[in-house]
């Protein structure tokens, strides 16, 4: 199979919204009048962001879901995309699963696929998604305010739970790694929250490098601190307190949610007065949120116990190069 079989084959699609689509030397996106073009790119790298086994289908879902999770923190509703891809060899195996994942999650957000670029090389896959936003309505991470609540939404930590059983440092019974492993392969962006919540979240960010990481864009981003109450972290997974065969201590569950990454869920701010508006946002959105502190004055971030004590924060968050 040739390159621009494979192209035609799996990826050239005719053109939805987009003006023109794959195929011609550009695609041609119009953007409707008071809007803004919210555009985003992420890489995926094989052994860096997945592990060489996983299914090509989850493969495509991820690589789409971690630039439509960006869009999400934006408050962008989601337009198109574009596809360069880089991989060792052209095999129909491989690329029809992967296709299949990449256009099915591509499907579920009306967000199309209008060109990209393909080559031989070790497997990479960049996606660049562009998304529209109403002229100057775009959640940003520089709006939090001292006094704004923190919230973050669905759960966090199980993704890092998922990665600890595939490094071999964890064992866990089937179905807890069952629902953990599909956190970490398939992420669903919070497409639909981020939108609900234009006008009503004062800064956002996605999280996948960590909770605290993530968070900590916001507070230089916005010239604040922020205080989290740890006793309501510890019930952000979604893997029960309690689970027989499964020893996993608080200190553990603190350390996966506050610093495990590869969550993709929103991690925002919005006013006290919001607090009816934002639960209105996630009942719009069907996609739950939990508070789970407040933005204050300093610049660093205090974790609370249940008695309000401060407890030491040594947490770190992911960084490629560190
Ligand atoms: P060019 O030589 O102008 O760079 P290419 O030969 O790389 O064009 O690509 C031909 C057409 O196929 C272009 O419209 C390009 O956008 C599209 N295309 C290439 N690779 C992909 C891909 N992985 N997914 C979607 N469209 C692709
Ligand atoms: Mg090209």
Redesign the pocket.
């Known amino acids: 199979m040739g390159?621009?079989e494979l192209?035609e084959r799996f990826?050239?699609r005719p053109a939805r919204r987009a003006a023109l689509g794959?195929?011609?030397?550009c695609?041609l996106l119009a953007v409707a009048p008071g809007m803004q073009l919210a555009i985003s790119c992420d890489m995926l790298v094989e052994g860096r962001h997945f592990l060489s086994t996983v299914d090509p289908q989850w493969l495509g879902h991820k690589a789409l879901a971690v630039n439509l999770s960006d869009l999400a923190a934006c408050g962008a509703q989601p337009l198109a995309f574009?596809?360069?891809?880089a991989m060792p060899r052209a095999e129909a195996a491989w690329l029809e699963p992967f296709a299949r994942g990449l256009l099915a999650l591509a499907d579920a957000h009306d967000c199309e696929?209008?060109?990209?670029?393909?080559t031989q090389g070790p497997l990479n896959i960049c996606i660049t998604v562009f998304g529209e936003v109403p002229a100057g309505g775009a959640l940003l991470r520089s709006g939090a305010r001292v006094g704004d609540d923190l919230y973050v939404s669905g759960t966090v930590g199980d993704a890092r739970l998922a990665l600890e059983v595939f490094r071999g440092g964890l064992s866990v019974p089937q179905e807890v790694f069952a629902q953990a492993r599909a956190r970490m392969e398939q992420p669903a962006p919070r497409v639909a929250l981020g939108i609900a919540l234009r006008g009503v979240a004062s800064a956002a960010i996605d999280v996948s490098d960590g909770l605290l990481g993530d968070l900590r864009h916001i507070l230089k981003q916005s010239g604040v601190g922020a205080c989290i109450q740890t006793e309501v972290a510890v019930t952000l997974m979604a893997t029960p307190l309690e689970v027989p065969g499964l020893e996993l201590s608080t200190a553990q569950r603190l350390d996966y949610v506050l610093a495990g990454g590869d969550d993709y869920e929103l991690l925002f701010t919005a006013p006290h007065e919001g607090r009816a508006a934002v639960q209105a946002a996630a009942a719009q959105s069907a996609t739950a949120v939990t508070r789970i502190g407040s933005i204050e004055s300093g610049s660093s971030v205090r974790l609370l116990d249940r008695q309000g004590q401060q407890m030491p924060n040594s947490y770190g968050s992911f960084d490629h190069f560190a």
């Open positions: 390159e621009f192209i990826f050239l794959g195929g011609d030397d695609a574009s596809l360069a891809l696929l209008i060109g990209g670029d393909t």
